[in-house]
């Protein structure tokens, strides 16, 4: 059973940036899991800020995020990041990592995943 674990969020002032890290409890390997970074906010849906696929040669962003946030993995760290830079109040959130086996002939993100992380605050305010 795949236990995903997320660190790195805190709080920080408008503009500046945060990086936050996913990876598993257990000893578990996410090589073969395509990825995807959500985030949810009081009194708003759950977004998908970005994912990733398990070769790490494609990734997707939300309009909201793109080129400001950008997300990696590096497999022999068995973790996967969001660089978050240019932080502004609304990307205040509880941010989750997710995870589900990747096709391997044809990688793609996804909408549903089968495992998540328990989530990490992030507060972006003066």
């Known amino acids: 059973h795949l236990q995903l674990v997320e660190s790195g969020g805190g709080s920080v002032q408008p503009g500046g940036s945060l990086r936050l890290s996913c990876t598993t409890s257990?000893?578990?390997?996410?090589?073969?899991?395509?990825v995807g970074w959500f985030r949810h906010a009081p009194g708003k849906e759950r977004e998908r800020v970005a994912c990733i696929v398990y070769t790490g040669e494609r990734t997707d962003y939300a309009e909201s995020v793109k080129g400001r946030f950008t997300v990696s993995r590096d497999n022999a760290k068995n973790t996967i990041y969001l660089q978050m830079n240019r932080l502004k109040p609304e990307d205040t959130a509880v941010y989750y990592c997710a995870a589900d086996l990747d096709d391997l002939y044809n990688p793609r993100c996804l909408d549903e995943y089968d495992y998540w992380g328990q989530g990490t605050q992030v507060t972006v305010a003066s």
């Open positions: 257990g000893g578990l390997s996410l090589d073969y899991y395509v």
